[in-house]
């Protein structure tokens, strides 16, 4: 409801917008401080699923049969554990997820990684039971600033983790 009355006050106003920029002179249209919380108030981009991976995860959204095959392709195939450091021992990066909830970080893909936290953002590809076991205890949130967005508490990466399958912690441990 907040949005649709923002969407038709900023609707009603842009006339006089629209004019009052051509009669003033060239001042910013909004001071950073409300830049930065339109920024943080725009919506997550939608994922266009690039690999099986994320077919599996955009279409268990909706389609519960799909979350068992997501589950499955999460475990065995390669993802982006997101570090904190380029090191050969460092630890995961944790990301703030909302208010008081910070998340190991796993994206479905580099290019998801890339795209969220930069080109040079450390991080391993390795395979999901891999970095679920490296993120063990904790919190983990599967592709952060995505839309859709998987988080798991503990007891869900126990769960993962429980599915019987082959495990390695990868290079870095």
Known sequence: MLRRTLLISALGAWPAT???????????ATPPQAQATQASQAPPPPITPEN????????????PNMRPIFRRYLLETHVALALTTAADN???????????????AIFTSEQRLTQALGADAPHIMINGRAALTRLVGGNVV????????????????????????????????
């Open 18 to 28: 629209a004019f009052a920029q051509t009669t003033a002179p060239q001042q910013p």
């Open 90 to 104: 460092s630890p995961p990066r944790r990301v703030r997820v909302r208010e008081g909830f910070t998340a190991g």
């Open 142 to 173: 599967i592709n952060p600033g995505y839309v859709p967005m998987l988080t798991l508490e503990p007891t869900d990466v126990a769960a993962y983790l429980a599915t019987p399958g082959e495990s390695s912690a990868g290079p870095t441990q």
């Open 52 to 63: 099986a991976l994320e077919y599996a995860f955009v279409s268990a959204l909706t389609n």
